[in-house]
């Protein structure tokens, strides 16, 4: 199975700061890798697959880099509407897996 | 549009099967390249994929519960059927069912609502 970790668990910020969160695989994935949002008792929410394809209708301020094990969603600007949960998959191979997620409070 | 939603019982007993129906709308599991997978979420805790059947019938399992797995499709009835056999308190949680993107893309784009799954005497 290909394990998948996210940094940092969690993060508080401010609205308007850029946040990062890293996700990294235990093996190459070549972009097979996709990224959610969750708010509290909701479904997740595609933003982005590919590790770097935005969704249709995700606000542009996300964006997603990376290649081989080492991942990357960024927010360029936090809105009061991002602070949630997020979590990484790869698609690389089944079984399928998350991340643990990363946790955005506000701080 | 394409919609999913989650049915089935909201509490079983330790050793039960659960039976779980997922309903869709907007889409065939006939149509070349379309799948629907199943993920629970235990209460605080992370995503877990459980399983994803493809509109040829292909099926894949999480290798840890393969064994009390079983996932059908109905694509007459828009229909996908997730069973969990010998149930116990740890498969507490909530259990989506999503669409598969599309062709050579195993992540979800459609979610539904989810159902909570309590398992305890």
């Known amino acids: 199975d290909i394990q998948m970790t996210q940094s940092p668990s969690s993060l508080s910020a401010s609205v308007g700061d850029r946040v990062t969160i890293t996700c990294r695989a235990s093996?190459?994935?070549?972009?097979?890798l996709a990224w959610y949002q969750q708010k509290p008792g909701k479904a997740p929410k595609l933003l982005l697959y590919?590790?770097?394809r935005l969704e249709s209708g995700v606000p542009s301020r996300f964006s997603g880099s990376g290649s081989g094990t080492d991942y990357t969603l960024t927010i360029s600007s936090l809105q009061p509407e991002d602070f949630a949960t997020y979590y990484c998959?790869?698609?690389?191979?089944?079984?399928?897996?998350f991340g643990q997620g990363t946790k955005v409070e506000i701080k | 549009q394409i919609t999913l939603k989650e049915s089935g019982p909201t509490l079983v007993k330790p050793t039960q099967t659960l039976t779980l129906t997922c309903t869709f709308s907007?889409?065939?599991?006939?149509?070349?390249?379309?799948?629907v997978g199943w993920i629970r979420q235990p209460p605080g805790k992370a995503l877990e994929w459980l399983a994803l059947?493809?509109?040829?019938?292909?099926?894949r399992y999480s290798p840890s519960l393969k064994s009390r797995l079983t996932i059908t499709k109905d694509t007459s009835k828009n229909q996908v059927v997730l069973t969990m056999t010998n149930m116990d308190p740890v498969d507490t949680a909530t259990y989506y069912c999503?669409?598969?993107?599309?062709?050579?893309?195993?992540?979800?784009?459609?979610w539904g609502q989810g159902t909570m799954v309590t398992v305890s005497s």
């Open positions: 998959q790869q698609y690389y191979s089944t079984p399928l897996t």
């Open positions: 590919a590790a770097s």
């Open positions: 093996q190459g994935i070549s972009n097979s």
């Open positions: 999503a669409h598969r993107h599309g062709s050579e893309i195993d992540a979800f784009d459609i």
């Open positions: 059947i493809y509109w040829n019938d292909d099926k």
């Open positions: 907007g889409f065939s599991l006939s149509t070349s390249g379309v799948g």
